[in-house]
Protein backbone atom coordinates (compact mmCIF):
# COMPACT_ATOMS: atom_id res chain seq x y z
CA UNK A 1 0.00 0.00 0.00
CA UNK A 2 1.17 3.25 -0.84
CA UNK A 3 -0.18 7.13 -0.38
CA UNK A 4 -1.47 8.45 -3.41
CA UNK A 5 -1.64 12.68 -3.83
CA UNK A 6 -4.81 12.43 -2.62
CA UNK A 7 -3.88 10.26 0.61
CA UNK A 8 -4.57 6.62 1.21
CA UNK A 9 -6.31 4.35 -1.01
CA UNK A 10 -8.13 1.01 0.48
CA UNK A 11 -7.69 -1.98 -2.08
CA UNK A 12 -11.11 -3.91 -3.28
CA UNK A 13 -12.60 -6.78 -1.37
CA UNK A 14 -10.21 -9.03 -2.99
CA UNK A 15 -7.63 -8.32 -0.99
CA UNK A 16 -9.18 -8.99 2.36
CA UNK A 17 -12.27 -11.10 3.87
CA UNK A 18 -14.40 -8.44 5.54
CA UNK A 19 -16.71 -10.46 8.31
CA UNK A 20 -20.79 -9.79 7.71
CA UNK A 21 -23.42 -11.03 9.79
CA UNK A 22 -22.90 -14.21 11.75
CA UNK A 23 -27.26 -14.79 11.37
CA UNK A 24 -29.48 -16.10 14.32
CA UNK A 25 -30.03 -12.96 16.60
CA UNK A 26 -31.65 -13.56 19.67
CA UNK A 27 -32.84 -11.33 22.76
CA UNK A 28 -29.75 -10.13 24.88
CA UNK A 29 -30.27 -10.35 28.96
CA UNK A 30 -32.32 -7.03 29.55
CA UNK A 31 -30.60 -4.91 31.42
CA UNK A 32 -31.43 -2.42 33.88
CA UNK A 33 -32.74 0.65 31.81
CA UNK A 34 -30.55 3.38 33.06
CA UNK A 35 -30.10 4.48 30.18
CA UNK A 36 -33.20 6.78 28.39
CA UNK A 37 -33.22 9.55 25.76
CA UNK A 38 -33.07 12.76 26.40
CA UNK A 39 -36.45 14.16 28.00
CA UNK A 40 -38.24 16.56 26.45
CA UNK A 41 -35.20 17.52 23.43
CA UNK A 42 -37.24 16.50 20.58
CA UNK A 43 -38.59 18.52 18.23
CA UNK A 44 -42.25 17.52 18.08
CA UNK A 45 -44.21 18.80 15.38
CA UNK A 46 -41.70 20.86 13.80
CA UNK A 47 -39.54 17.67 13.34
CA UNK A 48 -36.59 20.03 12.44
CA UNK A 49 -35.04 22.32 15.21
CA UNK A 50 -33.47 19.31 17.26
CA UNK A 51 -32.28 15.90 17.15
CA UNK A 52 -31.39 13.64 19.78
CA UNK A 53 -28.22 11.39 19.69
CA UNK A 54 -27.63 8.78 22.47
CA UNK A 55 -23.36 8.60 22.78
CA UNK A 56 -21.19 6.23 24.36
CA UNK A 57 -18.19 8.72 23.84
CA UNK A 58 -17.49 9.71 27.43
CA UNK A 59 -13.61 10.28 27.49
CA UNK A 60 -13.11 13.85 27.30
CA UNK A 61 -11.27 13.38 23.54
CA UNK A 62 -14.00 11.73 21.58
CA UNK A 63 -16.82 13.51 23.59
CA UNK A 64 -14.93 16.76 22.29
CA UNK A 65 -14.33 15.71 18.67
CA UNK A 66 -18.38 14.67 18.66
CA UNK A 67 -19.06 18.15 20.13
CA UNK A 68 -17.03 19.65 17.30
CA UNK A 69 -19.02 17.36 14.85
CA UNK A 70 -22.54 18.70 15.93
CA UNK A 71 -21.77 22.49 16.44
CA UNK A 72 -20.42 22.18 12.70
CA UNK A 73 -24.05 20.31 11.63
CA UNK A 74 -25.87 22.68 13.49
CA UNK A 75 -23.99 25.80 11.35
CA UNK A 76 -24.82 24.16 8.42
CA UNK A 77 -28.70 22.98 8.97
CA UNK A 78 -29.54 24.89 11.68
CA UNK A 79 -30.46 21.86 13.66
CA UNK A 80 -29.54 21.44 17.14
CA UNK A 81 -28.13 18.26 18.73
CA UNK A 82 -28.94 17.43 22.32
CA UNK A 83 -26.25 14.44 23.21
CA UNK A 84 -27.13 11.84 25.74
CA UNK A 85 -23.73 10.64 26.86
CA UNK A 86 -23.27 7.84 28.71
CA UNK A 87 -20.57 5.73 30.63
CA UNK A 88 -18.91 4.05 27.16
CA UNK A 89 -19.40 0.45 29.35
CA UNK A 90 -22.84 1.29 31.39
CA UNK A 91 -24.09 2.43 27.60
CA UNK A 92 -22.87 -1.33 26.02
CA UNK A 93 -24.24 -3.14 28.91
CA UNK A 94 -27.83 -1.62 28.54
CA UNK A 95 -28.10 -1.00 25.17
CA UNK A 96 -31.12 -3.41 24.35
CA UNK A 97 -33.36 -2.25 26.94
CA UNK A 98 -32.46 1.40 26.10
CA UNK A 99 -33.43 0.25 22.23
CA UNK A 100 -36.68 -1.30 23.37
CA UNK A 101 -37.92 1.48 25.90
CA UNK A 102 -37.57 5.26 24.40
CA UNK A 103 -34.42 5.73 22.96
CA UNK A 104 -32.88 8.75 21.42
CA UNK A 105 -33.39 9.51 17.27
CA UNK A 106 -29.82 8.27 16.23
CA UNK A 107 -27.20 6.36 18.26
CA UNK A 108 -23.46 5.39 18.73
CA UNK A 109 -23.19 2.57 17.82
CA UNK A 110 -20.41 -0.43 16.19
CA UNK A 111 -20.27 -2.18 12.19
CA UNK A 112 -20.83 -6.08 12.06
CA UNK A 113 -22.47 -8.22 13.68
CA UNK A 114 -23.23 -5.86 16.77
CA UNK A 115 -24.97 -3.96 14.08
CA UNK A 116 -27.28 -6.43 12.64
CA UNK A 117 -28.17 -8.29 15.65
CA UNK A 118 -30.33 -4.99 16.35
CA UNK A 119 -31.49 -4.60 12.85
CA UNK A 120 -32.72 -7.88 12.79
CA UNK A 121 -34.53 -7.63 15.85
CA UNK A 122 -36.61 -4.81 14.66
CA UNK A 123 -34.38 -2.24 17.18
CA UNK A 124 -33.30 0.34 14.37
CA UNK A 125 -34.37 1.65 11.23
CA UNK A 126 -33.19 1.15 7.64
CA UNK A 127 -31.57 4.18 6.20
CA UNK A 128 -31.23 3.49 2.78
CA UNK A 129 -32.21 6.82 1.61
CA UNK A 130 -29.44 7.78 3.30
CA UNK A 131 -27.21 5.94 1.72
CA UNK A 132 -28.34 7.13 -1.34
CA UNK A 133 -26.30 10.40 -0.61
CA UNK A 134 -23.51 9.00 1.23
CA UNK A 135 -23.04 5.98 -0.98
CA UNK A 136 -19.95 7.45 -3.32
CA UNK A 137 -18.09 8.35 -0.21
CA UNK A 138 -17.43 5.25 1.39
CA UNK A 139 -15.09 1.82 -0.27
CA UNK A 140 -17.17 -1.55 -0.89
CA UNK A 141 -15.78 -2.78 2.49
CA UNK A 142 -17.33 0.05 4.36
CA UNK A 143 -20.74 -0.44 2.66
CA UNK A 144 -20.61 -4.53 3.66
CA UNK A 145 -19.69 -4.07 6.71
CA UNK A 146 -22.75 -1.15 7.01
CA UNK A 147 -25.43 -3.33 5.38
CA UNK A 148 -28.39 -5.98 7.76
CA UNK A 149 -29.13 -9.70 7.08
CA UNK A 150 -31.93 -8.29 4.73
CA UNK A 151 -29.06 -6.63 2.57
CA UNK A 152 -30.47 -3.43 3.74
CA UNK A 153 -28.55 -0.10 5.20
CA UNK A 154 -28.58 0.13 9.14
CA UNK A 155 -25.19 1.75 9.97
CA UNK A 156 -22.88 4.82 8.95
CA UNK A 157 -19.22 4.26 9.22
CA UNK A 158 -17.02 7.39 11.26
CA UNK A 159 -14.27 5.69 11.94
CA UNK A 160 -12.49 2.63 12.51
CA UNK A 161 -8.33 1.67 13.96
CA UNK A 162 -6.66 -1.10 14.35
CA UNK A 163 -5.39 -2.94 17.37
CA UNK A 164 -1.72 -3.66 17.65
CA UNK A 165 1.04 -3.02 20.38
CA UNK A 166 1.83 0.20 21.04
CA UNK A 167 5.37 1.05 22.20
CA UNK A 168 7.38 4.54 23.21
CA UNK A 169 10.00 4.98 20.41
CA UNK A 170 12.81 6.59 23.27
CA UNK A 171 12.28 3.70 25.22
CA UNK A 172 12.66 1.20 22.36
CA UNK A 173 15.80 3.58 21.39
CA UNK A 174 17.62 4.17 25.00
CA UNK A 175 17.26 0.09 25.85
CA UNK A 176 18.52 -0.70 22.14
CA UNK A 177 15.23 -3.01 21.92
CA UNK A 178 13.91 -4.40 18.03
CA UNK A 179 10.61 -5.04 16.99
CA UNK A 180 9.67 -8.11 17.19
CA UNK A 181 7.81 -9.95 14.18
CA UNK A 182 7.97 -13.85 15.44
CA UNK A 183 6.80 -15.51 19.10
CA UNK A 184 10.17 -16.37 19.77
CA UNK A 185 11.46 -12.65 19.44
CA UNK A 186 8.49 -11.41 21.10
CA UNK A 187 9.11 -13.53 23.94
CA UNK A 188 12.92 -12.75 24.22
CA UNK A 189 11.73 -8.80 24.46
CA UNK A 190 9.34 -9.50 27.49
CA UNK A 191 12.00 -11.53 28.92
CA UNK A 192 14.71 -8.40 28.75
CA UNK A 193 12.21 -5.49 29.54
CA UNK A 194 11.55 -7.16 32.73
CA UNK A 195 15.12 -7.62 33.25
CA UNK A 196 15.20 -3.95 32.44
CA UNK A 197 13.03 -3.00 35.25
CA UNK A 198 9.84 -2.26 33.05
CA UNK A 199 6.38 -3.60 33.08
CA UNK A 200 6.81 -5.49 29.52
CA UNK A 201 3.05 -5.53 28.79
CA UNK A 202 0.58 -3.18 30.29
CA UNK A 203 -2.75 -4.47 30.76
CA UNK A 204 -6.18 -2.91 32.37
CA UNK A 205 -8.81 -5.61 32.35
CA UNK A 206 -11.27 -3.89 34.71
CA UNK A 207 -14.18 -3.03 31.79
CA UNK A 208 -13.58 -6.43 30.69
CA UNK A 209 -13.70 -6.22 27.05
CA UNK A 210 -9.49 -5.12 26.87
CA UNK A 211 -8.96 -9.54 27.59
CA UNK A 212 -11.35 -10.01 24.42
CA UNK A 213 -9.11 -8.25 22.06
CA UNK A 214 -5.88 -10.26 23.51
CA UNK A 215 -7.38 -13.57 23.31
CA UNK A 216 -8.67 -12.46 19.64
CA UNK A 217 -5.04 -11.75 18.70
CA UNK A 218 -3.57 -14.83 20.07
CA UNK A 219 -6.07 -16.93 18.36
CA UNK A 220 -5.90 -15.72 14.66
CA UNK A 221 -2.39 -16.06 14.83
CA UNK A 222 -2.24 -19.22 16.69
CA UNK A 223 -4.76 -20.62 14.72
CA UNK A 224 -5.75 -18.31 11.47
CA UNK A 225 -8.67 -15.96 10.73
CA UNK A 226 -10.93 -19.22 9.35
CA UNK A 227 -10.87 -20.99 13.16
CA UNK A 228 -11.10 -17.87 15.03
CA UNK A 229 -14.46 -16.85 12.91
CA UNK A 230 -15.87 -20.54 13.36
CA UNK A 231 -15.46 -20.09 16.99
CA UNK A 232 -16.76 -16.78 17.06
CA UNK A 233 -19.69 -18.32 15.25
CA UNK A 234 -20.60 -20.99 18.09
CA UNK A 235 -19.30 -23.74 15.23
CA UNK A 236 -15.78 -24.53 16.03
CA UNK A 237 -15.59 -25.93 20.10
CA UNK A 238 -13.86 -24.45 22.99
CA UNK A 239 -12.28 -27.51 24.31
CA UNK A 240 -11.22 -27.91 20.95
CA UNK A 241 -6.94 -28.91 20.82
CA UNK A 242 -6.23 -25.85 18.62
CA UNK A 243 -8.80 -23.36 21.14
CA UNK A 244 -6.44 -24.73 24.07
CA UNK A 245 -3.48 -23.84 22.01
CA UNK A 246 -4.63 -20.32 21.85
CA UNK A 247 -4.60 -20.37 25.92
CA UNK A 248 -1.18 -22.00 26.17
CA UNK A 249 0.22 -19.26 24.35
CA UNK A 250 -1.34 -16.99 26.14
CA UNK A 251 -0.38 -18.46 29.61
CA UNK A 252 3.14 -18.16 28.33
CA UNK A 253 3.10 -14.19 28.07
CA UNK A 254 0.63 -13.92 31.32
CA UNK A 255 3.89 -13.19 33.25
CA UNK A 256 4.93 -10.27 31.70
CA UNK A 257 1.80 -8.86 31.75
CA UNK A 258 0.81 -5.83 34.34
CA UNK A 259 -0.07 -7.88 37.63
CA UNK A 260 -3.93 -6.80 38.80
CA UNK A 261 -4.83 -6.59 35.56
CA UNK A 262 -8.49 -7.07 36.96
CA UNK A 263 -8.70 -4.26 38.87
CA UNK A 264 -7.02 -1.51 36.39
CA UNK A 265 -8.81 0.78 33.89
CA UNK A 266 -7.36 0.79 30.03
CA UNK A 267 -6.83 4.57 30.89
CA UNK A 268 -4.61 3.65 33.73
CA UNK A 269 -3.09 0.61 31.91
CA UNK A 270 -2.19 3.43 29.26
CA UNK A 271 -0.79 6.03 31.94
CA UNK A 272 2.18 3.26 32.49
CA UNK A 273 2.95 3.71 29.14
CA UNK A 274 2.76 7.30 28.91
CA UNK A 275 5.47 7.56 32.22
CA UNK A 276 7.85 4.90 30.43
CA UNK A 277 6.85 2.51 33.21
CA UNK A 278 5.83 0.11 30.54
CA UNK A 279 7.47 -1.17 27.40
CA UNK A 280 4.57 -2.55 25.71
CA UNK A 281 0.77 -2.34 25.35
CA UNK A 282 -1.66 -4.44 23.74
CA UNK A 283 -5.08 -2.13 22.48
CA UNK A 284 -6.61 -0.42 19.49
CA UNK A 285 -5.16 3.08 17.85
CA UNK A 286 -7.38 4.40 20.36
CA UNK A 287 -4.70 4.52 22.95
CA UNK A 288 -3.33 7.79 21.75
CA UNK A 289 -6.33 9.65 23.36
CA UNK A 290 -4.33 9.30 26.27
CA UNK A 291 -1.14 11.48 25.66
CA UNK A 292 -2.24 14.32 25.83
CA UNK A 293 1.04 15.81 25.69
CA UNK A 294 2.10 16.36 22.03
CA UNK A 295 5.94 15.26 22.54
CA UNK A 296 4.21 11.87 24.01
CA UNK A 297 1.82 11.53 21.20
CA UNK A 298 4.77 11.84 18.95
CA UNK A 299 6.44 9.46 20.46
CA UNK A 300 4.37 6.88 20.16
CA UNK A 301 4.51 3.75 17.61
CA UNK A 302 3.03 0.34 16.78
CA UNK A 303 4.18 -2.91 15.30
CA UNK A 304 1.21 -6.03 14.30
CA UNK A 305 1.13 -9.02 16.77
CA UNK A 306 4.09 -11.07 16.12
CA UNK A 307 3.54 -13.71 14.13
CA UNK A 308 2.94 -17.75 16.00
CA UNK A 309 1.97 -19.87 13.17
CA UNK A 310 4.04 -19.19 9.49
CA UNK A 311 1.08 -20.48 8.18
CA UNK A 312 -0.95 -17.50 9.06
CA UNK A 313 1.86 -14.73 9.47
CA UNK A 314 0.23 -11.46 10.35
CA UNK A 315 -2.19 -11.24 7.81
CA UNK A 316 -5.40 -11.02 10.18
CA UNK A 317 -5.62 -7.42 11.62
CA UNK A 318 -8.63 -6.48 14.14
CA UNK A 319 -9.88 -3.38 12.96
CA UNK A 320 -13.19 -2.40 14.65
CA UNK A 321 -15.51 -0.04 13.00
CA UNK A 322 -17.50 2.47 14.70
CA UNK A 323 -20.71 4.93 13.77
CA UNK A 324 -24.17 5.44 14.14
CA UNK A 325 -27.80 4.35 13.41
CA UNK A 326 -31.42 5.33 13.77
CA UNK A 327 -33.25 3.99 16.27
CA UNK A 328 -36.59 2.30 15.56
CA UNK A 329 -38.76 5.17 16.49
CA UNK A 330 -37.26 8.64 16.04
CA UNK A 331 -39.07 11.39 16.71
CA UNK A 332 -37.76 13.27 14.40
CA UNK A 333 -37.32 11.40 11.26
CA UNK A 334 -36.47 14.12 9.34
CA UNK A 335 -34.22 15.99 11.07
CA UNK A 336 -32.12 12.45 11.92
CA UNK A 337 -32.00 11.70 8.59
CA UNK A 338 -29.87 14.86 7.92
CA UNK A 339 -27.42 14.51 10.58
CA UNK A 340 -27.06 10.67 9.39
CA UNK A 341 -26.61 12.36 5.80
CA UNK A 342 -23.89 15.02 7.05
CA UNK A 343 -21.92 12.32 9.49
CA UNK A 344 -21.29 10.53 6.30
CA UNK A 345 -19.12 12.96 4.42
CA UNK A 346 -15.59 13.88 4.63
CA UNK A 347 -16.12 17.52 6.22
CA UNK A 348 -17.92 15.17 9.48
CA UNK A 349 -15.05 12.74 9.72
CA UNK A 350 -12.09 15.38 9.17
CA UNK A 351 -13.78 17.88 12.19
CA UNK A 352 -13.82 14.75 14.41
CA UNK A 353 -10.11 13.48 13.04
CA UNK A 354 -8.92 17.05 14.16
CA UNK A 355 -9.67 16.52 17.50
CA UNK A 356 -9.59 12.95 17.86
CA UNK A 357 -6.62 11.58 15.77
CA UNK A 358 -6.32 8.42 17.57
CA UNK A 359 -8.30 7.00 14.64
CA UNK A 360 -8.49 6.83 10.82
CA UNK A 361 -11.21 7.84 8.59
CA UNK A 362 -13.88 5.04 7.04
CA UNK A 363 -14.32 7.57 4.04
CA UNK A 364 -11.59 7.57 1.07
CA UNK A 365 -12.70 10.75 0.34
CA UNK A 366 -11.58 12.29 3.61
CA UNK A 367 -8.88 14.45 3.55
CA UNK A 368 -5.55 12.14 4.74
CA UNK A 369 -3.09 15.10 4.40
CA UNK A 370 -3.36 15.83 8.10
CA UNK A 371 -2.76 12.55 9.37
CA UNK A 372 0.16 12.26 11.40
CA UNK A 373 2.76 9.38 10.89
CA UNK A 374 0.23 6.88 13.57
CA UNK A 375 -2.52 7.93 11.38
CA UNK A 376 -1.15 6.78 8.08
CA UNK A 377 0.66 3.87 9.35
CA UNK A 378 -2.63 2.80 10.71
CA UNK A 379 -4.85 3.04 7.80
CA UNK A 380 -1.60 1.43 6.00
CA UNK A 381 -2.21 -1.60 8.05
CA UNK A 382 -6.12 -1.94 8.05
CA UNK A 383 -6.02 -1.24 4.44
CA UNK A 384 -2.95 -4.39 3.39
CA UNK A 385 -4.83 -6.95 5.66
CA UNK A 386 -5.67 -9.68 4.01
CA UNK A 387 -8.28 -10.55 6.80
CA UNK A 388 -10.40 -8.03 9.22
CA UNK A 389 -12.18 -8.84 12.83
CA UNK A 390 -14.33 -6.47 14.28
CA UNK A 391 -13.32 -7.70 18.09
CA UNK A 392 -14.76 -10.61 19.72
CA UNK A 393 -17.96 -8.70 21.38
CA UNK A 394 -18.86 -7.65 17.97
CA UNK A 395 -18.05 -10.90 15.77
CA UNK A 396 -20.18 -12.96 18.33
CA UNK A 397 -23.62 -13.42 19.81
CA UNK A 398 -23.48 -10.13 22.12
CA UNK A 399 -25.27 -12.26 25.40
CA UNK A 400 -22.43 -15.04 24.63
CA UNK A 401 -20.23 -12.54 25.02
CA UNK A 402 -20.98 -10.51 27.62
CA UNK A 403 -22.09 -13.11 30.25
CA UNK A 404 -19.96 -16.39 29.20
CA UNK A 405 -16.21 -14.59 27.82
CA UNK A 406 -15.92 -11.60 29.96
CA UNK A 407 -15.76 -12.92 33.22
CA UNK A 408 -14.61 -16.05 31.67
CA UNK A 409 -11.11 -14.66 30.64
CA UNK A 410 -11.36 -12.87 33.81
CA UNK A 411 -10.47 -15.98 35.58
CA UNK A 412 -8.41 -17.34 33.42
CA UNK A 413 -6.28 -14.24 34.01
CA UNK A 414 -6.38 -14.93 37.72
CA UNK A 415 -5.62 -18.65 37.61
CA UNK A 416 -4.39 -19.88 34.09
CA UNK A 417 -3.67 -23.36 35.74
CA UNK A 418 -7.97 -23.56 35.61
CA UNK A 419 -8.09 -23.52 31.82
CA UNK A 420 -9.38 -27.01 31.12
CA UNK A 421 -11.98 -26.79 33.16
CA UNK A 422 -12.51 -22.93 32.31
CA UNK A 423 -12.72 -24.12 28.63
CA UNK A 424 -15.32 -27.26 29.54
CA UNK A 425 -17.20 -24.86 30.94
CA UNK A 426 -17.30 -21.61 28.19
CA UNK A 427 -18.31 -24.68 25.53
CA UNK A 428 -21.21 -25.64 27.79
CA UNK A 429 -22.62 -22.40 28.27
CA UNK A 430 -22.22 -22.04 24.33
CA UNK A 431 -23.87 -24.62 23.52
CA UNK A 432 -27.34 -23.15 25.18
CA UNK A 433 -26.81 -19.49 23.94
CA UNK A 434 -26.50 -20.54 20.18
CA UNK A 435 -29.27 -23.20 20.60
CA UNK A 436 -31.67 -20.86 21.62
Same mark, same amino acid.
Given at each position: ???????????????????????????????????S????????????????????????????A????Y??????????????????????????S??? %? #?? @???????? /? =?R?????? &? *?? !????????????????????????????K??????????????????????Y????????????????????????????????????? %? #?? @???????? /? =???????? &? *?? !????D??????????????????????????????????????????????????????????????????????????????????????????????????????????? !?????L????S????????????????????????????????????????D????????????????????D????????????????
Amino acid at each position: MHLSPSGLSVPGPSRRSLLRGIGGAAALGAGIPLLSACGGSSSGSSGTKTVTVGSNASDAVPKKAFANVYSAFKKKSGITVDINTKDHNTFQEQINSYLQ %G #TP @DDVFHWFA /G =YRMQFFAA &K *GL !ATEIDDVWKSIGDNFPTAMKDLSKGEDGKYYFVPLYTYPWAIFYRKSVFKKYGYEVPTTWSDFIKLCKQMKKDGLVPIAFGDSDKWPAL %G #TF @DQINVRTN /G =YDFHISLM &K *GE !ASWTDAKTRAAFDNWAEILPYHQDGAVGRTWQDAAQTLVSKKAGMYLLGMFVGQQFTNKADLADLDFFAFPEIDPSYGQDTVEAPTDGFMLSKSPKNHSGAVKLLEFLGTPQ !AEETYLSADPSVVAASTKADTSAYSALQKKGYEMISNAKHLTQYMDRDSRPDFTSTVMQPALQKFIRDPKGVDSLLSSIERQKKTIFAS
